[in-house]
Nanobody, 114 residues
Framework: QVQYVESGGGLVQPGGSLRLSCTAS????????MGWYRQAPGKQRDFIAGITRQGSANYVDSVKSRFTISRDNAKNTVYLQMNSLKPEDTAIYYC????????WGQGTQVTVSS
């Protein structure tokens, strides 16, 4: 069974940083492209960053140059380093195997506020 456990969220002031982690199971992690999504209150869940199994990353424009996605295949874990956080980054953050449509974790809440 596919499972994702996201962690690392919290309350941070504008301009601050957080590092999110997501440990996955139920599939061959090292062979999978992984992604981070987020869902702000009242909005749809959107893709924000992805990383191929080879480690190539891509980002949506709104987070490019501020967020960095990385992975540790030995730990079945994908990370999202978030710098220069803005209030509009407030959302629940989720990770996902980009090749598996179903299954989501519980997400981790990120709140950016002074």
């Amino acid at each position: 069974q596919v499972q994702y456990v996201e962690s690392g969220g919290g309350l941070v002031q504008p301009g601050g940083s957080l590092r999110l982690s997501c440990t996955a199971s139920g599939f061959t992690f090292r062979l999978s492209a992984m992604g981070w999504y987020r869902q702000a209150p009242g909005k749809q869940r959107d893709f924000i960053a992805g990383i191929t199994r080879q480690g190539s990353a891509n980002y949506v424009d709104s987070v490019k140059s501020r967020f960095t996605i990385s992975r540790d295949n030995a730990k079945n874990t994908v990370y999202l380093q978030m710098n220069s956080l803005k209030p509009e980054d407030t959302a629940i953050y989720y990770c996902k195997n980009l090749g598996i449509a179903a299954y989501w974790g519980q997400g981790t809440q990120v709140t950016v506020s002074s």
